[in-house]
């Protein structure tokens, strides 16, 4: 009954901006890491961004500055702020939720995902 529930995703042109939400349901948010990832079509999915239980955060190494992820536990909700995309940026983002004693990715939680396009 965990759900996780993107949004804010869509179309913008090269240089533009969005703002993605997952809005998490049925876990105990707080003692979970979150991030999201993103994959398009013929590549692997790869870590966009994390921010873990204890608040630490993680970006993927194209990220360079352009991005920014946040929680806010009392919402139960996890966000991206996106700004400078570009056409590489499209692909579909995942929202993720992970337990930090696994040491893998079998046992996480994913959303249904949001399409992200970025036109030239």
């Known amino acids: 009954q965990v759900q996780l529930v993107e949004s804010g995703g869509g179309s913008v042109q090269a240089g533009g901006s969005l703002s993605l939400t997952c809005a998490a349901s049925?876990?105990?948010?707080?003692?979970?890491?979150m991030g999201w990832y993103r994959q398009a079509p013929g590549k692997q999915r790869e870590l966009v961004a994390a921010?873990?239980?204890?608040?630490?955060?993680v970006y993927g190494d194209f990220v360079k500055g352009r991005f920014a992820i946040s929680r806010d536990n009392a919402k139960n909700t996890i966000y991206l702020q996106m700004y400078s995309l570009n056409t590489e940026d499209t692909a579909v983002y995942y929202c993720?939720?992970?337990?930090?004693?696994?040491?893998?990715?079998?046992?996480?939680?994913w959303g249904q995902g949001t399409q992200v396009t970025v036109s030239s």
């Open positions: 993720n939720a992970h337990l930090n004693y696994y040491t893998t990715h079998e046992n996480d939680y």
């Open positions: 049925g876990l105990s948010f707080s003692v979970y890491d």
């Open positions: 921010i873990l239980s204890i608040d630490s955060i």
